[in-house]
Nanobody, 123 residues
Framework: VQLQASGGGLVQPGGSLRLSCAAS????????IGWFRQAPGKEREWVSC????????YYADSVKGRFTISRDNAENTVYLQMNSLKPEDTAVYYC?????????????????WGQGTQVTVSS
């Protein structure tokens, strides 16, 4: 069971990035998927999640309207499209999966975690 986060990089303020979270060893169909981030010296912060049933999406206030989470069960991958990036979005981003067959998704407890991908927003 493995989650592989990718797509991070260096981008200027106002730019965009799309993060991917690919699962191997299990199918994501019945899992809620969350994205978290951790900036240097700060605690890990929940960013967004998508439910296993209906694909309902939820966002932290700090990213609402700028980030979009989506899932492609056929590709066994979840994406986080990040637009209008700000320097304060700079962090290591992690994806996580939890077996939750529901229309909601957790914001804290997840069973499986990916290794993280660095996002740096700077001019």
């Amino acid at each position: 069971v493995q989650l592989q986060a990718s797509g991070g990089g260096l981008v200027q303020p106002g730019g965009s990035l799309r993060l991917s979270c690919a699962a191997s060893g299990f199918t994501l169909d019945y899992y809620a998927i969350g994205w978290f981030r951790q900036a240097p010296g700060k605690e890990r912060e929940w960013v967004s999640c998508i439910s296993s049933i209906n694909g309902n999406t939820y966002y932290a206030d700090s990213v609402k309207g700028r980030f979009t989470i989506s899932r492609d069960n056929a590709e066994n991958t979840v994406y986080l499209q990040m637009n209008s990036l700000k320097p304060e979005d700079t962090a290591v981003y992690y994806c996580a999966a939890d077996l939750v067959i529901a229309t909601i998704c957790p914001t804290e407890e997840y069973e499986y975690w990916g290794q993280g991908t660095q996002v740096t927003v700077s001019s």
